[in-house]
């Protein structure tokens, strides 16, 4: 049987004094806990127990700001400039993580450490994980062309003085630039010198400062470390999703460490044996680099002269494989030929067109002030009798074929400063860095590509889901290659994305439909296992060994993607000309003469309609027009297709001549400036002289039998 014990009665008195020592112990430990913790003061992370000083770091302002320590555990973390750095007891780096802009805040809601960057207006969240004693970025990183970024460690090196260098380098064993300087003042103790060589080795970090040290370890006479250094960041950037397939501009490559720069030093030194790694390593990662075809012709010039024919023949031949997939198969700058290619048709049209209207002017010009002197005088007559006038224009004396002559010559200079306008812009966005960073999404890169304007359609499906799937966003992609098909691109794609989820019949359903509608589709034919041949697919083999390979747009896919055609661009150019006029990538000159060029045209073809105002024999071939019918050949004869023939002909080479005069030039077209080719421009230029001054004779002729005859009617009347 149970019993309950009674209630014990205390005195409220000793109920309070407890409740008082309880409260005076909380507020202790309050006090403490206030005391205790990190701090930063004047650029130095301090960790305090109360009074006592734990330890500290002090960070020069040359490496950007600082955010608030965080406390998780044991651990402080810290951004600095790009990086975050994690600290443990006594002030030991415990680990860093390499971000893609400042960092701006730490939090560790939720249980996780989060970080938040930004680069410009773009802010991305990435979260940290130290699991395993190594600080990892859960999502993927992309690290945008900014050498701020992307130099951040070397910089961050450099800043040290030499006094400090010992105590720098014990303090952040994790930067590895920090070891090899450390080598380079051991020259004497080799040991040391190789001991911290292994220690620069000894590191995760990125690509671009992977390959920043490898330049660095070459340059101090360590070839075997900037191999090794190359490899590994050959392997990060695999990683982090960079591909062979995707172009790389100059600016870009300059901040992931600048392998080309390095390669032309290396050609200058005459160290073959260390530029042949540096150009395999741009081979295998970089091949579509601007300015690459330069650098591989000048290799290949250097290996023949070595007399390593083989080698160059090798080099030649791969950098022709790179003209597969491009705009007309020019290779990956073919659109700066066709930029200079518009720029030549342009000129010559523009001289085409202009000698045929001042050689019509000058020869209705007597007739003209005979017509107009009833009306007013030539100019008056504008005020006076505007409608009359009108049909006086020095147009309304030629005939309908010298018209629709002069209306087609403005309709093709139209279409050639439109094409010029076009590849331009093509140009300028295909060097943006949302397409020219050898990847394609991250936070930065999309809102890069965002900033294009991408044209609807399959093509910029491809393009953005490319970049949603390289981000780890399945769901997207697939929804975004849903929009792209047929596209045997998109169809590859979707199979890697089956493939991912475990669904192996389904993928290699995709892959034979994507290699049926292209067969010369090098990524599906791989992930089928038929090992074809090709660059690109040996970088995937070494590179992400077992992994699906997911299939890129080529250049004509993504000029559609960002421009659309020729017409797509006329269209959107006339319709918006003050657009057209703002617009930074089309050039001020270009505006102007497309617009003008424009309105030409239209009022050449609106004076088709115009009645035809007789011109007098007498009128018809006066001095001014004898002297350029001379001095331009065929400007006086368009009223015949052969004519017309013979006056492109001249403006042709006389555009093609211009570069020698030094009033303009072709750069992208060095062929123009040869010996062989200028000597065939200035036959082809003296043909057009000899045609003409025969022709020219025998209209004189005519003109002068015309004139005899119409002399001995009168008379005879």
Not at 14 to 35: E, I, S, V
Request: charged residues 20%; aromatic residues 6%.
């Amino acid at each position: 049987m149970n019993r309950s014990r009674p209630a014990v009665r205390r005195p409220a008195g000793q109920f309070l004094a407890r409740g008082a020592a309880l409260l005076t112990l909380a507020l202790l430990t309050l006090g403490l806990n206030a005391q205790a913790g990190a701090v930063i003061e004047d650029r130095t992370l301090r960790a305090e127990d109360g009074p006592r000083l734990l330890w500290s770091r002090t960070f020069p302002a040359s490496l950007g700001s600082l955010t608030d320590p965080l406390e998780v555990g044991a651990t402080v973390y810290l951004g600095v400039g790009p990086v975050v750095y994690a600290f443990g007891p006594g002030g030991v780096m415990q680990g860093r993580a390499d971000l893609p802009g400042t960092v701006t805040s730490l939090d560790a809601s939720g249980g996780v450490v989060r970080v938040t960057t930004q680069l410009g207006s773009v802010n991305e969240r990435f979260t940290l994980d130290s699991a395993g004693g190594l600080l990892t970025v859960q999502e993927r990183v992309t690290f945008p062309p900014d050498p701020e970024v992307t130099g951040w460690l070397a910089r961050a090196a450099d800043s040290v003085p030499p006094a400090d260098l010992e105590r720098a380098a014990a303090q952040d064993p994790l930067n590895p630039f920090l070891a090899l300087r450390q080598a380079q003042a051991a020259r004497g103790d080799d040991y040391a010198a190789l001991s911290a060589v292994r220690r620069a080795l000894n590191v995760t970090m990125p690509f671009p400062a992977w390959v920043q040290l490898a330049a660095r370890l070459d340059g101090a006479g360590f070839p075997s470390a900037a191999d090794l250094a190359l490899d590994r960041a050959r392997r990060d950037a695999a990683a982090r999703g960079l591909d062979p397939d995707v172009p790389i501009s100059r600016g870009a490559l300059g901040a992931y460490g600048n392998p080309s720069g390095y390669v032309g030093t290396l050609l200058e030194q005459n160290r073959l044996a260390r530029a042949a790694t540096w150009m395999t390593y741009l081979r295998d990662l970089h091949p579509r680099f601007q300015g690459g075809a330069a650098l591989y012709t000048r290799y290949a010039r250097i290996l023949d002269e070595q007399g390593r024919e083989g080698e160059a023949e090798e080099w030649r031949q791969f950098t022709r494989s790179l003209s597969s997939g491009t705009l007309y198969n020019l290779g990956p700058e073919g659109l700066d030929r066709v930029r200079g290619a518009a720029r030549l048709a342009a000129l010559a049209l523009l001289l085409t067109l202009a000698a045929a209207l001042l050689t019509l002017a000058a020869r209705a010009w007597p007739a003209q002030w005979e017509d107009t002197r009833a009306l007013g005088g030539r100019y008056r007559s504008w005020l006076r009798h505007p409608l009359s006038r009108a049909r006086r224009v020095f147009v309304g004396y030629t005939s309908p074929s010298e018209r629709l002559m002069l209306t087609l010559l403005g309709a093709a200079l139209l279409g050639a400063l439109g094409g010029l306008h076009w590849a331009a812009h093509a140009g300028a966005a295909q060097q943006s860095p949302a397409l020219s960073s050898g990847t394609y999404g991250g936070g930065w890169g999309n809102a890069q590509l965002a900033d294009l304007t991408l044209r609807p359609g399959p093509d910029s499906a491809l393009l953005t889901g490319l970049a949603a799937q390289l981000d780890g966003e399945n769901g997207v992609a697939r929804e975004l290659y849903t929009r792209a098909l047929p596209d045997a691109c998109a169809r590859n794609n979707l199979g890697v994305i089956a493939q991912a989820r475990g669904d192996e019949p389904q993928a290699r359903d995709l892959y034979r439909a994507a290699l049926s509608a292209r067969p010369d589709l090098s990524a599906a034919a791989f992930n089928l296992g038929l090992n074809p041949g090709a660059a690109s697919l040996e970088f995937q083999r070494t590179n992400r060994p077992g992994e699906p390979r997911l299939c890129y747009p080529d250049q004509r896919s993504v000029t559609r993607a960002v421009t659309g055609d020729l017409s797509v661009t006329l269209r959107a150019a006339l319709s918006s000309p003050a657009a057209l006029l703002t617009d930074p990538s089309v050039g001020s000159r270009v505006a102007l003469g497309l617009l003008g060029s424009a309105v030409l045209t239209a009022l050449l073809a609106l004076s088709l309609l115009l009645p035809r105002t007789p011109l007098p024999p007498r009128l018809s071939r006066p001095a001014g027009f004898r002297l350029l019918a001379l001095l331009l050949p065929g400007s006086s004869l368009i009223d015949s297709p052969w004519g017309g023939v013979l006056l492109l002909a001249w403006g042709g080479a006389a555009a093609g001549l211009a570069p020698a005069t030094g009033l303009t030039s072709f750069p992208t077209l060095p062929e123009l400036t040869r010996g062989g080719e200028q000597a065939a421009l200035t036959g082809l230029l003296i043909l057009t002289y000899v045609v003409n001054t025969l022709v020219f004779v025998a209209a004189e002729v005519r003109h002068a039998r015309r004139l005899r005859r119409d002399a001995a009617g009168a008379d005879g009347g």
